[in-house]
Every structure is written in C-alpha cells, then in structure tokens.
C-alpha cells in the first residue's frame, strides 16, 4: 500500500470512530522523519483508544503493522507510527497546545472531511 492509500485508509478509519478535525500535514520534502502525518481530535480517553485500536487492528489484519506506538498510559495524545505515515490522535486541548500545524507550518496541509458529512450535505 502505498503512502497516499494509507492515508486515505488511515482517515476512513478515524471517521468510523468519529474522530473530528483530521488534516493531512504533506511533509515530503520538508523532513525524512515521515511523508505524511495525520492528526485529529477526539473527546475522550475511551474515543482516543477506540480510533487508535481501531486504526490498529483493521491496519494489522491488512498485513500493516505499527512500527512505533505512544501514548497508550496518557491517553491525552497517541501516536501511532507506521513509518512513512503517522498518527496523531488529540484531546483537543492537547491539540491546540502542541500546536503540529503551526510547528509543521511548511507542510501543505489538507483538510480531510468525513464521507458521510459530504453525502449529507449533497442531499
């Protein structure tokens, strides 16, 4: 699978769980520690190791196994590290104090919206 398709698994992933708020930071270029983050908000400990697990698990029966993982004992910030593409699932306010589109402001970033938003919105 390549990069861009994991990411795009990745965020289908994330929406199945109601993650909020996912944009895709494109670093290629910018640094070597990744191609591309993701990040997204969830409201609670239990919503940020659903997705988490979620990601995990489905990535995993795929063959995609999760090179590097943090942040299982805080729950406020889980990264998940899958090598050219990584993770990051927020409280919000954790978000906003870590601040990874300011700190990455180089990075194209795009604004992923739920599927299931756009068809709603088609209707």
């Not at 390549?2 to 289908?12: F, G």
């Not at 698990?57 to 090598?83: F, P």
């Not at 104090?97 to 604004?111: Q, R, S, V």
Request: with cysteine.
């Amino acid at each position: 699978m390549s990069p861009e398709e994991l990411t795009n698994k990745i965020a289908d992933l994330i929406f199945e769980k109601k993650g909020r708020d996912v944009k895709l930071l494109n670093l290629n270029g910018i640094t070597t520690i990744a191609d591309y983050f993701i990040v997204c908000s969830a409201d609670s400990d239990t919503q940020i190791k659903a997705i988490s697990d979620h990601i995990d698990k489905t990535l995993k029966d795929l063959g995609i196994k999760v090179w590097h993982r943090e942040g299982y004992t805080g729950l406020n910030w889980v990264l998940l590290d899958y090598v050219d593409v990584v993770v990051h699932i927020f409280k919000p306010e954790t978000r906003e104090f870590y601040n990874l589109e300011k700190l990455w402001g180089d990075a194209e970033i795009t604004d992923i919206v739920d599927p299931l938003l756009e068809k709603g919105k088609k209707k």
